[in-house]
């Protein structure tokens, strides 16, 4: 079965920095788009990175310059490295391919003060 768990989050102060690490045992991971989501109470999910089989990355203005998605295809991991963080970046982060509908338990992110 498809299972995928985040790891990395925690507390951190406005300007601080989170790398965030999913291993996700889906079946054929090197060929598959995967993104970062993530999630606030009372708002619908969001896409906040991906990246493309080929390395294509694309990313949601809020985290244009802040945020950077990779992934390691040996180690069928996918990494979201958190830079610059804001307090409007505090949510549930939750990784997954975008053609599966699998979604792991997902990783607190807090940042404030």
């Known amino acids: 079965q498809v299972q995928l768990a985040e790891s990395g989050g925690g507390s951190v102060q406005p300007g601080g920095s989170l790398r965030l690490s999913c291993v996700a045992s889906?079946?054929?991971?090197?060929?598959?788009?995967m993104g970062w989501y993530r999630q606030v109470p009372g708002k619908q999910r969001e896409l906040v990175a991906g990246i493309s089989s080929g390395g294509v990355t694309n990313y949601a203005d809020s985290v244009k310059g802040r945020f950077t998605i990779s992934r390691d295809n040996a180690k069928k991991t996918l990494y979201l490295q958190m830079d610059s963080l804001k307090p409007d970046d505090t949510a549930v982060y939750f990784c997954?391919?975008?053609?599966?509908?699998?979604w792991g338990q997902g990783i607190q992110v807090t940042v404030s003060s």
């Open positions: 889906v079946i054929m991971f090197s060929s598959k788009a």
């Open positions: 997954k391919s975008y053609a599966d509908p699998y």
